[in-house]
């Protein structure tokens, strides 16, 4: 069965710290790939996406993510997060319809 | 910047009664999604439109829930009658291509 995995539930950063969110997808074929983060109150927005082309995406707020096709996966990074991170961070994949991860919790200490 | 508007954005009902959601995308995107969102898991696709036509209903409890889009603009989602495990998150998101989604705040759902 086609399936998102997020490895972490909850990870808890101290600010300047680095930060990696795994995701994991069992789809066959060409995927599209996007994160997605929920602040605390407020509805699901687009972080980064990735169709085709360059690997490695860039997106908002000095995110990037990387898509290894042989490794079936799309990780996401931050060099450095603020405390203004903290929020649930979801991961999803789409082929013909959209699956979504379980999600990540954040919590980043000031 | 256009966003996608969902009323009400709570909502309190008792079992066996119906209830009703409302979600009018961003002007001009011809998908519309509604999803369920389990509190700790990740939103789960309920029914997809493109413009007034279903494409995906699968996952769908067709016995109790229904939705619609009459005229390929705003949609409702219906459930009747409301259980107890139908406490969740309602999403609804759009998108011009089938790619990106863009979600609206939710209408949050208790059934008591």
């Known amino acids: 069965a086609q399936s998102v995995s997020q490895h972490n539930h909850h990870v808890i950063l101290s600010e300047a710290a680095s930060l990696e969110l795994g995701c994991n997808y069992s789809y066959g074929g060409t995927v599209n790939l996007f994160w997605y983060v929920q602040y605390p109150g407020q509805h699901l927005q687009l972080l980064l996406k990735y169709f085709s082309g360059d690997p490695l995406v860039k997106g908002i707020k000095g995110f990037e993510a990387e898509f290894i096709k042989s490794k079936f996966s799309f990780n996401l990074r931050k060099p450095s997060v603020q405390w203004s991170d903290t929020a649930e961070y979801f991961c999803?994949?789409?082929?013909?319809?959209?699956?979504f991860g379980a999600g990540t919790r954040l919590t980043v200490k000031p | 910047e256009a966003e996608v508007a969902q009323s009400p954005r709570y909502k309190i009902t008792e079992k066996s009664q119906a209830v009703a959601f409302w979600c009018d995308p961003i002007?001009?995107?011809?998908?519309l999604y509604w999803y369920r969102q389990i509190l700790g898991q990740g939103p789960e696709l309920l029914v997809q439109?493109?413009?007034?036509?279903?494409?995906?209903d699968s996952q769908l409890p067709k016995d109790r829930f229904s939705a619609e889009r009459l005229k390929g603009v705003d949609s409702t989602l219906k459930i009747q009658p409301a259980e107890l495990g139908d406490s969740a998150m309602y999403l609804c998101a759009s998108s011009q291509n089938r790619n990106e989604q863009y979600f609206g705040p939710g209408t949050r759902l208790t059934v008591t």
């Open positions: 999803a994949v789409s082929n013909n319809d959209m699956r």
């Open positions: 439109f493109q413009d007034e036509s279903v494409v995906d």
């Open positions: 002007s001009g995107h011809a998908t």
